[in-house]
């Protein structure tokens, strides 16, 4: 059964770096590729990224280009979200999800993630 | 960028009752990329129907997806209980790489 454990989130201040991870069991992770989405309070679900399984392609939503970075280290079967310069609107619970590209078939119970002064 | 609105907002049913929910593009969209989940509370998305209308494995026969182009159905047959939640329809390609619909909440009347 395909089991995926977000971490990493909190509260930050504005403009601050957070990293979350997601820790994939029950499949073979390097054969998959690997969604970020997020579900903002009171709003729907906003996909935010996706990596390739071998990690060579990255998609991102524009809202977070340049700020946001997903990676994987398919040896620890993790995936990862690097994110920068953060914004009150980056406030959300956001959930890793195992693709393929097309879908988001198996979903994390996600890492809340609030950011606030 | 392809929006989808789903509509109604909101369903206010009882066990046993039929369900229909709309999902509209605002370009079409390649029925292979049409996608819907449901939310409980307090849970993840869970993927009911891909490519438009078929199932996956675990959900039940009441599900049914159907639809083309702009234009596409969640039906729900005979309610029941385990089934109050909120359904999003998603679909792929463009720019973002995927987007969701705003969400219909199917609530117990």
């Known amino acids: 059964q395909v089991h995926l454990r977000e971490s990493g989130g909190g509260v930050v201040q504005p403009g601050r770096s957070l990293t979350l991870s997601c820790v994939a069991s029950?499949?073979?992770?390097?054969?998959?590729?690997m969604h970020w989405v997020r579900h903002v309070p009171g709003k729907g679900l906003e996909w935010v990224a996706f990596i390739s399984y071998q990690g060579s392609y990255k998609y991102y939503t524009d809202s977070v280009k340049g700020r946001f970075t997903v990676s994987r280290d398919n040896s620890r079967n993790t995936l990862y979200l690097e994110m920068n310069s953060l914004r009150p609107e980056d406030t959300a619970l956001y959930y890793c999800g195992q693709g393929p590209f097309v879908v988001v078939h198996h979903w994390g119970q996600g890492t809340p993630v609030a950011v606030s002064s | 960028d392809i929006v989808l609105t789903q509509s109604p907002g909101t369903l206010s049913l009882s066990p046993g009752d039929g369900a229909t929910l709309s999902c509209r593009a605002s370009?079409?969209?390649?029925?292979?990329?049409l996608a819907w989940y449901q939310q409980k509370p307090g849970q993840a998305p869970r993927l009911l129907i891909y490519a438009a209308s078929n199932r996956t494995t675990g959900t039940s026969d009441r599900f049914s997806g159907s639809g083309s182009g702009t234009d596409f159905t969640l039906t729900i047959n005979r309610l029941e209980p385990e089934d109050f939640a909120v359904y999003y329809c998603q679909q792929f390609g463009g720019s973002p790489l995927l987007t969701f619909g705003g969400g219909t909440r199917v609530e117990m009347k």
């Open positions: 370009q079409r969209v390649n029925s292979t990329y």
């Open positions: 029950g499949l073979s992770f390097s054969n998959f590729g």
